[in-house]
């Protein structure tokens, strides 16, 4: 039965995280005027990262007795976002609030990798399982 859940927490993982990467963001610009669709994304990621972290240890406790690559991966995963979440993402606001183009670039460009290294290893985790 665990493994069964730990193979459907890291896919719901795998799944949230690429449907907010790819889908809710570009949505949110292609509907909403620039600075609401801003706004909206700056309410939105703080329940994204703890989305991240939340499933992905809940994923590397379900995988405990079954894969212990897994449960490395996804320890991983949780304990990358924390500083995203608690760091990186607050000086992405503080870039945008101060107009610094440039920084924003770069630390946007980071959470970007970050997120992106977080879907493959999750993908890669399930992709061992086929």
Known sequence: MTHSLAILATAL???????YSFGFAAVLF??????AAGATLRLAFPWFYLFVVVTAALAAVLWWSHDATAVAAMVAVAL?????????????????????????????????????????????ILARIV
């Open 13 to 19: 993982l795998f799944g949230g995280m690429t449907l």
């Open 80 to 124: 990358s976002t924390i500083p995203v979440r608690q760091l990186l993402m607050p000086a992405i606001n503080r870039a945008t609030d101060s107009d610094d183009r440039l920084r924003f670039k770069w630390l946007h460009g980071a959470s970007v990798l970050v997120t992106l290294s977080h879907i493959a290893v999750t993908g890669w």
């Open 30 to 35: 292609k509907s909403l005027p620039a600075p």
